[in-house]
């Protein structure tokens, strides 16, 4: 009697590349590290104030307890005027981390849409790319105190203070940041527009729209979203900048650089009134730049692949 033939074991399923790409920025610590700080803070500021409720106080009770140390009762002390910094640190949290993030959106998709069409469309490269060259020669500070020292009242009387300086503030950090983005998608545009597959489709004829979303887009996705993580970083250090130099959101409107800028004048008598809003732009900016890394390592499959 014949032993029956073995039957073949099925092939393993290929992993997705959403895994592989988790596989790799796994084996990032400093990228894992900094997931794990930006995901607490973000939790911190939204979830937070549901969760710690600061004591109503009165005016007069209020002043009796200004400038205190951190202790049971003030978990980050209090400020000048007796409110809780730990309140005000979480409020602050949202403003900072919503200018961050909305303002890399919006210099994200002018980077993309700028460096796409300078890539792929040769007679818009010379303008396009001269003037990503004069937004780089000028000075972004200055720029941006400019920039709200004209608009701010206008904006302000047509939709509130606080929204006015918000709308404001993104706006103005978004379309003076957006130049690193589009060299870097300008640069693989020009690269991906002569691979055969680009060729091929222009050779049947389909239209360069279509080409640029089905072809184009999918492929700068990576470095795109390195570009987006390293925006964040930079977009609330400009605006910790400018609340710092008294010229961002209003004193009632408290971000990380405005706690920070009303934390000078006591930091001698009181250093820990801007301990806490500088650990957390320090911790938010670093964690997000090692996201970046490990999103670059990751969404590349020469290094993915070894």
Known sequence: MTDAPAVPAPPEKPASAIHAIWR????????????????????????????????KLSVAKALAVKNQSPSLRFPLGTDQLGR???SRMMQAGKVSLAVGFVA???????????????????RLDGPLMRLTDMFLALPLVPLLLVMVMLFRDQIARAIGPELGAFTLIVLAIGITSWMQAARIVRGEVLALKERE?????????????????????????????????????????????????????????????????????????????????GLAISLTVLSVNYIGDGLRDALDPRIRGR
């Open 24 to 55: 790799q920025f796994r084996t990032h610590k400093g990228a894992v590290f900094g997931l794990v700080v930006l995901t607490f803070l973000v939790l911190a500021v939204v979830v937070g104030p549901w969760l710690w409720t600061p004591e």
């Open 84 to 86: 809780d910094m730990l």
């Open 104 to 122: 890399m959106i919006i210099a994200i998709t002018l980077g993309t849409l700028v460096g796409v069409l300078a890539g792929y469309y040769k």
């Open 197 to 277: 597959y680009v060729l091929a489709a222009r050779s049947i004829g389909v239209a360069p729209r279509r080409i640029i979303l089905r072809h184009i887009l999918p492929n700068v996705v990576s470095p795109v979203m390195v570009a987006a993580t390293l925006g964040v970083a930079e977009a609330i250090i400009t605006e910790s900048a400018l609340s710092f130099l008294g010229l961002g959101f209003p004193p009632d409107f408290p971000t990380w650089g405005r706690l920070l800028f009303d934390g000078m004048q006591y930091i001698q008598l009181y250093p820990e009134r801007v301990i806490w809003p």
